[in-house]
């Protein structure tokens, strides 16, 4: 996402050159480092021309008599957020943030997002930097969305009914690029890599894991080739992610579960199992707005009300560090490799799903929890959500995706965005 930051002065105020430029210099230092060849400083509307496109404009008011600059800046960008800089306490010095307070540039920041709040859809104030990041964070995931491919590989899964076929609700919600690809194209790429091919992926899990029980060393050799061409038909078509319809590639002998693992993990791609586009959208717009591994998963109901998820792949560095990892085989077929990871307990999660034809989504919070490991897919998660009844009164389906933080609040501002209804 391409961003600019502009600082509007008045000079009637900011009377003294050096004054002026040392506060600019500190502010656009705070938030850019030493590059700040995208800040630019607009002295009484001078300069405006030389503003740059971008998909979003930070305004920073540096004092008062700047409020129609402002507003003439706003209208050429999709996204403006209007910052505060003036405001004491943050990581801005007192002696800069006393003479923007000393300049009018409370009232000129008020003044502004009154008036934007009303005629810019995409306006956002921001009260600090931390506001800041977060607000250009969830814009940075809208526009990656908006400029994604994503490959439907084979056909969605029978059984998989709560997702759409329907390519053109997707594009015509998210602006995204949908293209289908035969799973052929990954059997022939698989049948056709070799054990050096897929070496990276076979060293990658090895390393991780500690423990191995029913795949012998074909079988991870195997395995490793199939994640190697998964990688490869993703790159050939300048894919940010696919919606994978697995379980007839299971013909080939093996599994795509460690790529689908490590692409989730290890990438900024996404890759959703049965062909479910639902999920694929959905770890789409989640993937930029959080640091954790994403992970799908089908869900059991326990006495409780705790909920019982699993899944036959899962991130291995889900908050960070490497988590313990056993290599079972897949839970379905009995064949290949698949994963199974010792998720965190009394870890903040938050589970999303897109559904009902791409104009619904549900954001749910709770805290992973101890309980017995079942005979079901291989790795496993009880999780306490804060509703579950709620959870289950809008229930887009089953595949539930999860990161592993508190992410609904960014979540709900880019659901809105995109015009979804919040379950």
């Known amino acids: 996402m391409k961003k600019i930051y502009a600082f509007f002065t008045a000079r009637r105020y900011w009377k003294e050159e050096k004054e002026l430029t040392d506060a600019f210099l500190a502010i656009a230092g705070l938030i850019s480092g030493e590059n700040t060849r995208d800040c630019f400083l607009i002295e009484d509307g001078n300069g405006m021309d030389k503003l740059p496109e971008a998909d979003c404009l930070i305004a920073i008011p540096m004092s008062g008599a700047v409020q129609r600059d402002v507003l003439k800046a706003a209208d050429r960008y999709p996204c403006v957020v209007l910052w505060a800089a003036y405001i004491r306490g943050g990581q801005l010095s007192e002696t800069v943030t006393n003479e923007m307070l000393?300049?009018?540039?409370?009232?000129?920041?008020?003044?502004?997002w009154a008036?934007?709040?009303?005629?810019?859809?995409?306006?956002?104030?921001?009260?600090?930097?931390?506001?800041?990041?977060?607000?250009?964070?969830?814009?940075?995931?809208?526009?990656?969305?908006?400029?994604?491919?994503?490959?439907?590989?084979?056909?969605?899964?029978p059984w998989v009914i709560s997702s759409s076929r329907n390519s053109a609700i997707y594009e015509e919600r998210f602006g995204l690029t949908i293209?289908?690809?035969?799973?052929?194209?990954?059997?022939?790429r698989y049948r056709s890599t070799t054990d050096a091919d897929g070496s990276f992926y076979y060293d990658y899990f090895l390393?991780?894991?500690?423990?191995?029980?029913?795949?012998?060393?074909q079988d991870i050799r195997n395995a490793a080739r199939m994640a190697s061409a998964l990688a490869e038909?993703?790159?050939?078509?300048?894919?940010?992610?696919?919606?994978?319809?697995?379980?007839?590639?299971l013909a080939e002998g093996t599994n795509l579960c460690l790529g689908v693992s490590y692409i989730n993990d290890c990438t900024d791609k996404i890759v959703s199992c049965e062909g479910d586009m639902d999920s694929a959208v959905t770890m789409l717009l989640m993937k930029k707005l959080t640091d954790s591994g994403l992970w799908m998963a089908n869900p059991a109901f326990n006495p409780d009300k705790s909920i019982h998820f699993s899944h036959c792949t899962a991130p291995v560095h889900a908050c960070g560090s490497a988590?313990?990892?056993?290599?079972?085989?897949?839970?379905?077929?009995?064949?290949?490799?698949?994963?199974?990871?010792?998720?965190?307990?009394?870890?903040?999660?938050?589970?999303?799903?897109?559904?009902?034809?791409?104009s619904s989504v549900t954001i749910h919070t709770g805290e992973s929890i101890e309980g017995p490991y079942a005979c079901a897919c291989r790795t496993q998660m009880h999780v306490k959500l804060k509703d579950p009844d709620h959870y289950l009164?809008?229930?887009?389906?089953?595949?539930?995706?999860?990161?592993f933080e508190d992410i609904s609040r960014q979540m709900a501002q880019l659901a809105e965005l995109f015009s979804l209804k919040i379950l």
């Open 233 to 249: 038909t993703l790159n050939a078509h300048d894919a940010q992610g696919c919606a994978l319809a697995c379980f007839r590639l």
């Open 323 to 358: 988590l313990p990892v056993i290599l079972r085989s897949h839970h379905e077929s009995g064949i290949g490799v698949s994963l199974q990871v010792d998720l965190p307990l009394h870890q903040t999660v938050t589970a999303c799903r897109i559904s009902d034809e791409a």
């Open 207 to 217: 390393r991780h894991a500690h423990d191995c029980r029913e795949p012998d060393d």
């Open 102 to 112: 000393r300049h009018n540039a409370a009232p000129a920041f008020m003044d502004c």
């Open 393 to 403: 009164r809008t229930a887009l389906g089953c595949h539930q995706v999860f990161a």
């Open 115 to 157: 008036v934007l709040r009303r005629t810019h859809r995409h306006s956002y104030p921001a009260l600090s930097v931390r506001e800041l990041k977060d607000i250009l964070r969830i814009h940075e995931a809208y526009c990656h969305v908006k400029k994604s491919r994503l490959l439907v590989i084979g056909d969605t899964e």
């Open 179 to 188: 293209e289908h690809v035969p799973q052929k194209e990954i059997a022939d």
